[in-house]
């Protein structure tokens, strides 16, 4: 039964973060800078890792990642226990790192989102990731 419902609050989790990252992906496209988001249609993968959000043109990936499922650093101490993934913060961002390192190693550029900067500042972060974009292309 703990499997089961480790298993449900993943996917509760999984989409509500995925609500947030549709709804970014759909403001990006819809600025017309060939953003698409990367839960629907054939997947895009970068090595063995599958980013949220993907410009394939200008090689652009925007991970949105969930405060706590990704260990916030201004919200959880390294050494704060991460239920959902079974590891420390320290642990959990250790994991992201790496996986932003190889991406970016396969030539693309990352661009991070916390949920909390996204449900503070819809606008803002919609302008930094253009700013980024047009400061590329």
């Not at 090689?59 to 919200?75: A, Q, T």
């Not at 190693?105 to 919609?126: F, H, P, Y």
């Amino acid at each position: 039964i703990r499997k089961h419902l480790i298993q449900a609050r993943k996917l509760v989790k999984r989409s509500r973060s995925s609500k947030h990252e549709r709804e970014l992906a759909e403001l990006l496209h819809a600025a017309d800078v060939n953003f698409v988001w990367n839960q629907a249609g054939p997947k895009i993968n970068v090595g063995p890792y599958h980013p949220d959000i993907v410009n394939i043109e200008h090689k652009i990936v925007v991970e949105f990642l969930g405060d706590y499922s990704h260990s916030h650093p201004d919200m959880y101490p390294d050494d704060s226990w991460n239920a959902l993934n079974h590891k420390t913060a320290r642990e959990v961002r250790e994991f992201d790192a790496k996986r932003n390192a190889f991406i970016e190693s396969q030539g693309w550029k990352v661009v991070i989102v916390w949920e909390s900067e996204w449900k503070a500042s819809r606008t803002n972060t919609i302008q930094r990731i253009l700013s980024f974009t047009c400061s590329i292309i």
